[in-house]
């Protein structure tokens, strides 16, 4: 400052103003910078809403997630546009529905990374951006500053990453534990000149259910209550008769449940080293021990693993909660808390024993609806809940919309960040009906493919291939959905509103090919 007080001697008067003026424009400029806060997106896979306490989960422990919800909001109807992993990230990076990102399976597609991306729009306005963990997207990730993923779906112990510009590299650990390793140590070296976006995504809690060595055995003191449509008979329902999904015909004794697993052999166990493997193998012979000694069958059988596979899905959560609440320390610790907006989701909802299954792709409550909690201090009231239908098209607008800049127009969705801050009007009102449409066919699970639209009350599905039967529920005196009341006295007026409703929806979110389906479809 002194120099600058010299240094008038040789400027005139004006000049002198016009640098004061400067100085002051770029630390004005810095502080509306500062202003705009970093966003934390973590994005687990297939964790079902029904699983953790904010959700109402009175077994499982999940303090983390339920910490963020505690502090800012819940969303209690994020549903999504096409239940499987794949699509649910692509449309995270679109902000659009799966027949127009191009991203409709999981199957070896590779995701377009020439189109608007969420990832690059912020990039362009300033953010720094990164994606660590989990992606999945047959694409390296483009639009990041910054990225160290898992190659496809990864593995939970000694996990290879793929790093900067493109090489392989493994890690000894668990795959949570590293993830947020590689994040806080992002976090550390970032440029924190910039606000940041960063994309924390976790392989848990996605099949195979390897829980990390310290949760072994968490939840074996608890008998988990059998869901009242697990020995679904799936009256009226085709396509979910049809499946190949259930705990009792699908679910793997070895691969799934660990039971008589070959340490030496088994891909997935052959890479532990050796003291994890003694672990692991102590723990697991145990149960193979139990369920051979008891020589079950039947519904004993089921019902047994059934108790297992919640064991082992929710001793894999801990980690995976555990992992948030290191996130959540750090930030504390570094001051980064205060001006960081953290987003805790699902890339979709998950069975636990709902009708029977595990996985998910049907527009069925458990798995068309994901868990979306957000914190965001000083804009979002402590405990605050979104009852309103939020679609994960929303996503992309709305932490575009936190950020400062506008929604690109190929994005489908919209920001609902004025449901957070409880600013939406009743002269804007927020959508009545969602859209949905899943393809994935026959493998794996043969769920037919299907569209169709939940309201508030109702849900109208068409399967069109495969069952070719409509499907109506009244979500209200139905919750479960065991009741499809399609074609029955009194539903007409209701239908023809609703199948009006659905054109509708096609029409505006430009699913050409559902509309074509739908023109021949059986009344
Ligand atoms: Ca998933």
Redo the contacts with the bound molecule.
């Keep these: 400052m002194l120099a600058i007080l010299n240094y008038p001697a040789k400027l005139t008067l004006k000049a002198f103003l016009g640098l004061i003026a400067l100085v002051l424009s770029i630390s004005t400029s810095h502080a509306q910078t500062a202003k705009r806060p970093n966003i934390i997106f973590i994005f687990s896979?297939?964790h079902a809403y029904q699983g953790i306490g904010a959700y109402g989960n009175k077994i499982v422990k999940t303090p983390n997630i339920d910490r963020i919800a505690r502090e800012g909001a819940l969303l209690t109807n994020n549903l999504v546009t096409n239940s499987?992993?794949g699509p649910?990230r692509a449309t995270l990076l679109t902000g659009k529905y799966s027949h127009l990102n191009g991203y409709k399976r999981n199957d070896r597609t590779k995701f377009d990374t020439s189109q608007t991306l969420l990832s690059e729009t912020l990039r362009n306005n300033g953010y720094q951006t990164a994606w660590i963990g989990k992606m999945h997207l047959n694409s390296l990730p483009a639009g990041f500053d910054y990225w160290n993923v898992l190659p496809d779906q990864g593995h939970y112990y000694n996990p290879e990453f793929i790093g900067q510009p493109n090489d392989t590299t493994q890690y000894t650990g668990y795959v949570s534990d590293l993830i947020t390793q590689f994040a806080t140590g992002w976090l550390e070296k970032r440029d924190d000149s910039k606000p940041f976006f960063l994309i924390v995504g976790h392989k848990a809690t996605?099949r195979e259910w390897m829980p990390d060595l310290q949760d072994l055995g968490a939840y074996d003191n608890v008998n988990f209550p059998i869901p009242s449509t697990f020995y679904d008979d799936y009256k009226g329902r085709k396509a979910a008769a049809d499946q190949d999904m259930t705990i009792d015909k699908t679910m793997r004794m070895k691969f799934d449940l660990k039971v008589g697993v070959d340490y030496e052999k088994d891909f997935l166990y052959n890479r532990l080293n050796a003291e994890q493997k003694k672990v692991f193998k102590a723990y697991y012979d145990k149960v193979s021990k139990e369920v051979t000694d008891k020589n079950l069958t039947g519904k004993a059988l089921v019902e047994w693993k059934f108790q297992r596979y919640l064991r082992d899905y929710f001793s894999t959560a801990n980690s995976l909660d555990r992992n948030i609440g290191k996130l959540l320390d750090y930030l504390d610790k570094s001051g980064l808390s205060k001006n960081t907006v953290v987003i805790y989701a699902?890339?979709?909802g998950f069975y636990l024993g709902e009708h029977g299954w595990f996985d998910?792709r049907f527009i069925y409550e458990e798995s068309l609806k994901t868990p979306f909690v957000i914190r965001y201090p000083g804009v979002i009231k402590p405990g605050t809940k979104v009852n309103d239908l939020v679609v994960n098209i929303d996503w992309a607008p709305t932490v575009l919309n936190i950020a400062g800049v506008k929604t690109p127009a190929d994005m489908q969705g919209k920001s609902f960040l004025p449901l957070l801050k409880g600013t939406q009007t009743a002269q804007v009102p927020w959508r009545k009906e969602a859209y949905y449409h899943y393809y994935e066919f026959p493998q794996p699970h043969h769920v037919y493919p299907h569209f169709g639209l939940r309201t508030n009350r109702y849900k109208l599905v068409y399967f069109y291939q495969g069952a070719d039967s409509w499907e109506l529920y009244d979500l209200q005196k139905d919750p479960k959905e065991v009741s499809n009341i399609y074609g029955t006295k009194g539903t007409e007026k209701l239908t023809a509103d609703l199948k009006i409703k659905l054109k509708a929806l096609m029409n505006e979110y430009k699913d050409d090919e559902a509309l074509k389906i739908l023109a021949t479809a059986k009344p």
């Design positions: 896979d297939d499987i992993c649910s996605h699902s890339d979709q998910k």
